[in-house]
């Protein structure tokens, strides 16, 4: 079984930082992509940052030259450093992976329990 399993949410205020890890455990073959999604009440939960395994790297426009994506393959662990936030980025923070448990079996599409990110004006 496969978890993801994320932590470094929190309060902060307008123009702080934040470090969001999500780690993979269990039966783990292969990690495609891996990235972050957000959810604010009432809107639909939308893509943050992508890293594939090969290292490219996708952001939403609303993020880009704030957020950083990064992943550390051999703990099977992705970041999001958060720098210059602000209150719209107050959200549930989602991490994602596409993973296979063996050499033959699917892609299988995870995601983490969620960690609230909330800024304050």
């Known amino acids: 079984q496969v978890q993801l399993v994320e932590s470094g949410g929190g309060l902060v205020q307008d123009g702080g930082s934040l470090r969001l890890s999500c780690a993979a455990t269990?039966?783990?073959?292969?990690?495609?992509?891996m990235g972050w999604y957000r959810q604010a009440p009432g809107n639909q939960r939308e893509l943050v940052a992508v890293?594939?395994?090969?290292?490219?790297?996708n952001y939403a426009d609303s993020v880009k030259g704030r957020f950083t994506i990064s992943r550390d393959n051999a703990k099977n662990t992705v970041y999001l450093q958060m720098n210059s936030l602000k209150p719209e980025d107050t959200a549930a923070y989602y991490c994602?992976?596409?993973?296979?448990?063996?050499?033959?079996?699917?892609?299988?599409?995870?995601w983490g329990q969620g960690t609230q990110v909330t800024v304050s004006s």
């Open positions: 994602n992976a596409h993973i296979t448990s063996g050499p033959w079996t699917r892609l299988y599409d995870y």
């Open positions: 890293k594939t395994s090969g290292g490219t790297t």
């Open positions: 269990g039966k783990i073959f292969r990690i495609n992509d």
